[in-house]
C-alpha cells in the first residue's frame, strides 16, 4: 500500500521561503521505474501539477509557472521528496498535494492525471 505523508505548508510572505516535504512508501520500484511529484490546487481552479522526480535516473522537471523558483529533489533519507519554493507569490497558494505514480512505459510524469497515489495535502498560503 502506498502511503504519501506531507508536512511543511503554512503561511509565509511574498518572497518569501518554504519547503514541503513527503514522506514515501510502499511505492514500486521495478519496471520503468516511478515518479513523486507535487500537484497544488486553488480555490476554483484546476489542479497543476508543479515539479516532479523521476526514479531511477533522478530526472527531474518543473512546469513553467513555477520553472527558477521551485525545486524538487530528494532528501537526507531516500524515501524522502522536498519541495524547496522560493520567491513565492499569491498565486502560489493552494492545497499542494505529494503524489506518486509508477511509469509503465516512458511517459512523462507532468500532469495529475499521471498520478494515482496521492496524499492527503497541505496548505500554502502566500499572504502580506
Known amino acids: ?5 506531507e508536512s511543511g505548508g503554512g503561511s509565509v510572505q511574498p518572497g ?3 519547503t514541503l516535504s513527503c514522506v514515501v512508501s510502499g511505492l514500486s520500484t521495478g519496471g520503468n521505474g516511478n515518479c513523486v511529484g507535487w500537484v497544488r490546487q486553488a480555490a ?6 508543479v ?7 533522478d530526472f527531474t522537471w ?9 525545486g524538487i529533489l530528494r532528501g537526507n533519507t531516500k ?4 519541495l524547496r519554493m522560493f ?3 499569491p498565486e502560489d ?14 511517459e512523462p510524469c507532468t500532469t495529475p492525471a499521471f498520478f494515482k497515489h496521492w496524499g492527503q495535502g497541505i496548505q500554502v498560503t502566500v499572504s502580506s
Open 51 to 57: 515539479a516532479s522526480i523521476y526514479s531511477p535516473s
Open 93 to 106: 497558494t493552494a492545497m499542494y498535494y505529494c503524489v506518486a505514480g509508477v511509469r509503465s512505459g516512458y
Open 79 to 82: 524515501n524522502t521528496v522536498l
Open 62 to 70: 518543473s512546469a513553467d509557472s513555477v520553472k527558477m523558483r521551485f
Open 16 to 18: 518569501g521561503s518554504l
Open 87 to 89: 520567491d513565492v507569490i
Open 44 to 49: 476554483g481552479k484546476e489542479r497543476e501539477a
Open 1 to 5: 500500500q502506498v502511503q504519501l505523508v
